[in-house]
């Protein structure tokens, strides 16, 4: 175990915001125990704060499902992979044919753009900043899109996502990551948190073999999958469970600390 890749929300993070005291010892243990660690994430960087505040992180970060890599210590992007506005508007056409009552927003490398009503609860704080807007009013030509999100107020995520994905795949990756709201994330093709991990993993010269990821939802399939030691929360969707070799005791049993504490006394490390 030389990496330790780990989705947040899910995975280490609850509904309530908070990271486990129990989980934050384990991964501060992998820290001293000469383990690297990245946070492999579908939230944009301006939602990474729970990894300083309570972690104390100050890595690079994985965000966007891939899409970027953020450095939180300079506060700077590292790199990006974006689809241009004219994919965006191609995507968001051939969605609404399929689905009339969709609604969408774009996550750009300077902000964030939504149409009007795609926020149910108009207060929802984290978002509370942003005005409503067509889209084809906000988005200008240099803008550089590196998350799409179609979200539709019926059916489930897993159902919207099989009628979207075939359609739209030579413009986008589609995938979700909520149990239960149907939203669906699209990036660039190609674009998914495994490619960006291995390169990652690549440039600190660990092999795939010496990874051990954690994640909980259809968008970390592929980097279960790659990830020598690829660990699905028990909580976690059903198609992450089956992707992953192996599997990590529920989130609400600190799943990700228990594998990690095995893990670094196997090492003959000290343990948190």
């Avoid at 175990?1 to 993070?13: C, E, K, N, Q, Y």
């Avoid at 994430?41 to 891939?66: A, E, F, K, Y």
């Avoid at 044919?97 to 795609?118: D, I, N, S, Y």
Wanted: with cysteine.
């Amino acid at each position: 175990m030389r990496l330790v890749a780990s989705d947040i929300d899910g995975t280490i993070l609850g509904h309530d915001g908070k990271i486990s005291d129990r989980t934050i010892r384990a991964f501060h243990a992998c820290r001293d125990a000469g383990v690297e660690l990245v946070f492999v994430t579908g939230r944009p960087p301006r939602w990474l704060h729970p990894l300083q505040d309570q972690l104390g992180h100050t890595g690079r970060v994985i965000c966007s499902n891939g899409a970027v890599v953020w450095d939180l210590e300079a506060d700077r992007l590292v790199s990006a992979r974006t689809l241009t506005i004219d994919a965006v508007l191609e995507i968001r056409s051939i969605i609404k044919k399929l689905r009339p009552a969709a609604l969408f927003a774009a996550e750009t490398l300077t902000g964030f753009h939504l149409e009007p009503g795609f926020i149910e609860n108009g207060s929802r704080e984290l978002l509370s900043e942003f005005t409503p807007a067509p889209l084809a009013e906000t988005l200008v030509a240099d803008d550089a899109v590196v998350k799409f999100l179609a979200i539709v107020r019926e059916g489930t995520p897993d159902d919207f996502l099989a009628e979207v994905r075939p359609a739209v795949g030579h413009l986008a990756a589609a995938t979700h990551s909520s149990p239960g709201v149907a939203m669906l994330e699209l990036s660039l093709p190609g674009v998914n948190k495994a490619v960006t991990l291995a390169e990652y993993a690549l440039a600190l010269g660990v092999d795939a073999s010496e990874v051990v990821a954690f994640g909980d939802m259809p968008n970390d399939i592929e980097m279960l999958r790659w990830a020598g030691h690829g660990y699905a929360m028990a909580s976690g969707h059903p198609e992450a469970i089956e992707a992953a070799g192996q599997q990590a005791p529920h989130f609400d049993d600190d799943g990700v600390a228990q594998v990690l504490e095995e893990r670094l006394a196997s090492l003959g490390a000290r343990q948190p």
